[in-house]
């Protein structure tokens, strides 16, 4: 299974997208062209206009959790740079976390219904516990 992936241009029109990422936005084949904050989507992306800016503008990366649609995924978006160093737009992809999100789902139910204190680390720090 691909990645979902979106490529805009400066003016955040659709440049190129796969298959996989017409399951996210509602892009059809051959409908390049349309302003990516126009078009349709199944995850709830409230600032994607300033999220495009600053990828597009500020010359950053970002990464952020996205869902919509009972799925969750890990949007990253960086600059489209032309092979110049001349900036071109923004990339978008979609990593699918659903099945992970469940599982963390499933262990933090069992975690906060046991008697004794459970805990994830990050490397050395605890990242979640169910008793302080």
């Not at 691909?2 to 805009?8: A, D, E, N, S």
């Not at 949007?75 to 659903?98: C, K, N, S």
């Amino acid at each position: 299974m691909g990645v979902p992936l979106i490529v805009v241009d400066e003016e955040r029109r659709v440049r190129r997208f796969t298959p996989q990422a017409a399951h996210i936005f509602h892009l059809a084949k051959g409908e390049s062209g349309q302003s990516l904050t126009s078009i349709g989507c199944n995850l709830s992306l409230p600032g994607l206009p300033e999220l495009l800016d600053s990828v597009i503008v500020d010359n950053k990366c970002v990464e952020q959790t996205v869902s919509g649609g009972g799925r969750h995924y890990e949007m990253r978006a960086f600059p489209f740079v032309h092979e110049a160093g001349e900036q071109q737009g923004a990339i978008l992809t979609f990593y699918d976390q659903t099945e992970q999100f469940r599982r963390e789902q499933e262990f933090k139910a069992l975690a906060d219904h046991s008697p004794d204190i459970v805990a994830r680390f990050d490397h050395t720090r605890p990242w979640w516990t169910n008793h302080l």
